[in-house]
């Protein structure tokens, strides 16, 4: 692990990237929507691939692998990083930021997808019944329900993991009839758990490539709630409210990615979750 001395040495106050990191490759859906909502600004993506998933890890592993990219990020430039992982928000964020960047650089800032997907609950249910959709490791975490109810103490919060959703997407077959039982085994389970339900939350960032068979399958009436507008919106009101953050960040309207995997599977997984090709970089994070 770098110590604190060694990392400081390696960081500058020049403007740089905004970072977005990410276990595997759903938080590519994060990015595109922040780049959507702010195109002016300039972005690395880091994708952990050659440690995804994250959702089975226990949170000492999970905080471990995060900080070390984080900490990566800052060494190339980011003052500030998204998790665009759930279970990375879930797991490690809260620890990172009370803990290790008051020693690091009390200026930067790493901020999660859980909370700016909270915040818009409160508009979105009717009923005040709402359920989570997301890994095992989000799930058992409890953040989901921690979270909405600091915010909204009336609303009931019901979770379900969905441990085949990620493989569905990795693996290009989101699309496959195959995967229909699947998706409705865990809809249909956390609708039997509680039928008041009238909100649901995508709580991984793989699900969105899953929307078409969840839309279909998802009784009338029910809400389904993808993070990447959320995070957008937030991200950008953020910054807003931030100067002295957004002049940190450059604009040029440039994004590069880097992946612990193989590049060339990287690029080519990489093309299920985005709309145009990329060109990525391989890079040690540990």
């Known amino acids: 692990m770098v110590s604190l001395q060694e990392l400081k040495a390696h960081l500058t106050a020049n403007p740089g990237p905004i970072g977005v990191f990410d276990s595997g490759y759903g938080g590519l859906t994060i990015l595109e929507k922040i780049r959507e909502a702010l195109p002016e600004y300039d972005y690395i993506y880091l994708g952990d691939n050659a440690r995804t998933p994250y959702g089975t890890r226990s949170f000492e592993v999970v905080y471990e692998y995060t900080r070390n990219a984080v900490i990566k990020l800052f060494e190339m430039g980011c003052h500030l990083v998204i998790l665009a992982c759930n279970t990375a928000s879930a797991k490690a ?133 993808a993070q990447g507008e959320y995070v957008a919106r937030s991200l950008k009101d953020y910054l807003q409210r931030h100067p002295e953050m957004d002049a940190k960040c450059t604009k040029h309207g440039s994004c590069l990615f880097y992946t612990t995997e193989n590049k060339d599977k990287f690029m080519e997984s990489a093309s299920l979750f985005l709309s145009t090709p990329i060109e990525a970089e391989h890079i040690t994070i540990d």
């Open 93 to 225: 964020l809260r620890s990172i930021q009370m803990n290790d960047l008051p020693g690091i650089d009390p200026d930067r800032r790493v901020l999660g997808v859980i909370r700016p997907t909270v915040e818009c609950i409160g508009e979105i249910t009717t009923s005040g019944h709402v359920g989570i959709l997301a890994t095992l490791g989000t799930i058992n975490s409890e953040s989901y329900p921690l979270e909405i109810n600091k915010l909204f103490p009336e609303i009931v919060v019901t979770g379900e993991a969905c441990p085949m959703w990620v493989s569905l997407v990795e693996n290009n077959e989101a699309a496959d009839d195959g995967a229909d039982y699947f998706v409705r085994k865990y809809i249909d389970h956390l609708l039997a758990t509680d039928p008041q339900i009238d909100t649901m939350v995508l709580g991984c960032t793989h699900y969105p490539l899953l929307l078409p068979k969840i839309s279909r399958i998802v009784p009338a009436g029910i809400k389904i709630v």
